[in-house]
């Protein structure tokens, strides 16, 4: 049954390529899907390109830290909240969720806040912000939640909602593969390493490219490709790493392209994807549902995605020539390669869909949320008789079409 109820504001910094980018995207494109409403308050970006029709867009300086533009995004969201009569905000940023925290003192709507990973060192700050700005939040890992509820986040505003993706997008492109590695400089017989993400220097960037020299004594037809732009702070960091690239001349063995929401083609064109931070976002899911190993940095705790020597190769923190090591043995060996991968997909497959995901954040929606049953007439009390208001049950239910 499609739900035409549901009404769910979405602030995030900007629609640039990367993963809580395109966590709203999916999301918000799923709720109109299914019935419902979406709105997204942003910077804007390249991704604007990919939200439905359906999804109205709204512009604010989110993240912006002088004064007039945090009021600007506060009176923004508080605007368009009632304008679209959004029931909750769902936000990607702690200063979006902090905005919202406030515009929720006029719009008493509740305040979700996905978190999607953190540097170490800010994991205390993080959590006292949380405790005051949300009503909700939603980690993407067991690990991460464990984390941020032993800093002081309230254990029950904490919620595991695991990222999932549209299976069949990565799994059964059709690409001219000869032709692609030909276009973007990719000999036919390389052995392509692939990487997607932001280039900022939390990614650490500079550590995979000094270590790939290990890897092409090992393997001479190696090839490095790094996908991705620079953050919301700029390109300062892409184009030091493309210098440091140049001036040890490896620029024919190290390629950089820009970021694209059209993954599955290069994904088809690789052999291993690696990532020198932990194993975690959207890219790592679209790399194991293309049948890649990964390579990625363990996180403190049981990684949910990169299973040891399952579906591909976890290093320990600053170990960088275990990673090294990691990536040479998948390219030398095609077959235990595809084996790896194919384990991969089936984990990718069985539990991390975007099905499920949506599912899940549809029973957290409903439990903050409660609406009159549609054509309920109110009967007539007498003052001795106790109000009991009846209130709809699931709210948003998935629909098969």
């Not at 919202?100 to 305040?111: D, G, N, R, Y």
């Not at 005051?132 to 941020?148: A, E, F, H, N, P």
């Not at 799994?171 to 973007?184: E, F, G, N, T």
């Not at 990625?296 to 705790?301: D, E, Q, T, Y």
Request: net charge positive; proline share 4%; aromatic share 8%.
């Amino acid at each position: 049954m499609k739900n035409k109820q549901l009404s769910i504001l979405f602030v995030v910094n900007q629609l640039i390529y990367g993963g809580a980018e395109r966590y709203t995207v999916n999301v918000a494109n799923e709720i109109v899907k299914r019935g419902g409403r979406a709105v997204v308050i942003s910077r804007g970006g390249p991704m604007l390109q990919l939200l439905s029709k359906r999804v109205r867009n709204y512009y604010a300086p989110v993240r912006k830290t002088d004064i007039l533009n945090r009021i600007r995004t506060i009176l923004t969201i508080l605007y368009v909240s009632r304008k679209e009569k959004s029931q909750i905000v769902h936000t990607q940023s702690t200063s979006g969720a902090l905005a919202a925290k406030i515009a929720s003192i006029f719009t008493k709507a509740p305040v979700i806040k996905t978190a999607h990973g953190y540097p170490d060192g800010r994991f205390p700050s993080v959590a006292r912000a949380l405790n005051l700005t949300t009503d909700k939040v939603i980690m993407i890992s067991d690990w991460l939640s464990g984390r941020l509820i032993g800093f002081g986040l309230r254990k029950e505003k904490a919620v595991t909602v695991l990222n999932g993706i549209d299976i069949g997008k990565f799994s059964r492109v059709s690409v001219d593969k000869d032709a692609l590695r030909k276009r973007i400089g990719l000999d036919l017989s390389d052995k392509v390493i692939i990487s997607v993400s932001r280039v900022v220097p939390e990614k650490q960037f500079e550590h995979l490219i000094y270590w790939f020299p290990f890897v092409l004594a090992k393997v001479p037809n190696a090839k490095l490709l790094i996908v991705g732009d620079g953050g919301a702070d700029g390109e300062e960091y892409r184009e030091a790493l493309i210098k440091q690239v140049k001036d040890a001349g490896m620029d024919k063995s190290i390629l950089f392209l820009r970021g694209t929401h059209k993954i599955a083609p290069l994904l088809k064109i690789s052999n291993v994807f690696c990532t020198p931070s932990v194993g975690k976002g959207f890219a790592v899911l679209e790399a194991m549902a293309a049948s890649l190993p990964v390579v990625a940095r363990k996180p403190r705790g049981v990684s949910d995605t990169v299973i040891d020597g399952v579906t591909g190769f976890n290093f320990a923190i600053s170990d960088w020539k275990n990673m090294a090591e990691k990536l040479i043995l998948l390219l030398e060996s095609d077959k235990f390669s595809k084996k790896i991968g194919g384990q991969g997909k089936i984990l990718v497959s069985s539990r991390f869909t975007q099905d499920q995901m949506i599912d899940k954040l549809g029973e957290i929606y409903n439990s903050l949320i409660k609406l009159p049953v549609k054509g309920e007439v109110k009967e007539k009390l007498t003052p001795s008789q106790k109000l009991k208001p009846s209130w709809t049950g699931a709210i948003f239910e998935p629909t098969f079409d």
